[in-house]
């Protein structure tokens, strides 16, 4: 073996190796940084929030999802049942990317939040509605925690209940109903 043939291949390695490392590189999905390509993005980040700090997701409203809330009493409490239309609940441990019609409901109660929903019922604990009226209130939220939103608004539904004196040990047949989505 002569020492120019031998030279020649290792040049010839060596240009292979640089070849695949660049194109490597340079041939990726992902962005300038090297990681995944980026999702789509989903409606439009405002600048106004929810009223708990969480920005609006602004969103189309032939293409926003849509949440109804019925209140009813049983036992210990009243049960919450969430209809959705255009929305599926995502699993737990999903990743902070808004993703179309898909997130959690919040679950308030005059304004408070009591719960993070990804299932369509609720068990809302009677300690938690004391006697009087209140409002209760599902929002539904994107996975990345801005609130999905219509014209500036946020969506939910909410359902008044009144609990009287009795109801507050033991709930009565005082129940709500809000908006449900309309039928498709």
Same mark, same amino acid.
């Given at each position: 073996m002569t020492r120019t043939s031998w030279t020649r291949r290792s040049l010839a390695a060596l240009a292979a190796c640089v070849l695949v490392s660049c194109a490597a590189a340079g041939c990726g999905t992902g962005g300038p940084d090297g990681g995944t390509a980026a999702p789509s993005p989903v409606g439009k980040v405002l600048d106004g929030?929810?009223? $708990? $700090?969480?920005h609006l997701r602004e969103v189309a409203e032939e293409d926003a999802p849509e949440? $109804?809330?019925?209140v009813t009493p049983e036992s210990g409490g009243w049960m919450v049942r969430l209809t959705f239309r255009r929305f599926r609940c995502s699993a737990p441990g999903t990743g902070p990317a808004a993703a179309p019609g898909r997130g959690l409901a919040h679950l308030f109660v005059d304004g408070r939040r009591v719960a993070r929903l990804r299932a369509h019922e609720y068990h809302l604990p009677g300690r938690l509605v &004391?006697? $009087?009226?209140?409002?209760?209130t599902a929002r539904l939220y994107a996975d990345d925690g801005t609130a999905w939103a219509v014209r500036g608004k946020p969506v939910q539904s909410t359902a008044d209940i009144t609990v009287s004196d009795a109801e507050?040990?033991? &709930?009565g047949p005082s129940a709500g109903t809000g908006? &449900? &989505?309309?039928?498709?």
């Open positions: 929030t929810d009223g $708990g $700090g969480r949440v $109804g809330v019925e &004391p006697h $009087g009226t209140h409002h209760v507050a040990d033991a &709930p908006t &449900p &989505p309309p039928a498709t």
